[in-house]
């Protein structure tokens, strides 16, 4: 996993594909247990489709960064797509980390991605 920083931070906002940024720190010992499980989850995923990068809090070119997105405690993970806001979570779960993710791209058989919003208005057409 990509470790991501100051400006670099933004300029993965104009990438294509679903971004998850986990945002960690040295000293948290959540932030390192689950770690393993979180590149494990990635794996997973699509590359094309969704990416994961970890940011350091303690980084002081991350403070913009932190600030706007509004981080008051790690392990936080939030979900970007076109420089939006899409959702967040914060703790060390897993299983709330493929929720978020889950709940938000939907993946079909064929590994093709549908935004649940795109989902949600064409079931009403």
């Not at 720190?25 to 997973?44: D, F, K």
Request: hydrophobic share 30%; glycine share 2%; with cysteine.
């Amino acid at each position: 996993m990509d470790v991501l920083s100051g400006d670099d931070c933004f300029r993965k906002l104009d990438e294509p594909y679903y971004i998850l940024f986990y945002f960690t720190a040295s000293w948290c010992g959540p932030c390192q247990r689950i770690y393993p499980h979180l590149v494990e989850l990635m794996n997973t995923y699509d590359k094309n489709i969704i990416q994961c990068f970890k940011i350091d809090i303690d980084d002081d070119e991350n403070q913009e960064l932190c600030e706007k997105l509004k981080i008051k405690s790690v392990p936080t993970f939030i979900l970007l797509k076109d420089r939006n806001y899409i959702d967040q979570c914060q703790g060390a779960s897993i299983e709330n980390i493929q929720t978020l993710i889950d709940t938000n791209i939907f993946i079909n058989n064929q590994q093709e991605i549908i935004s649940k919003e795109y989902t949600d208005n064409n079931e009403n057409n």
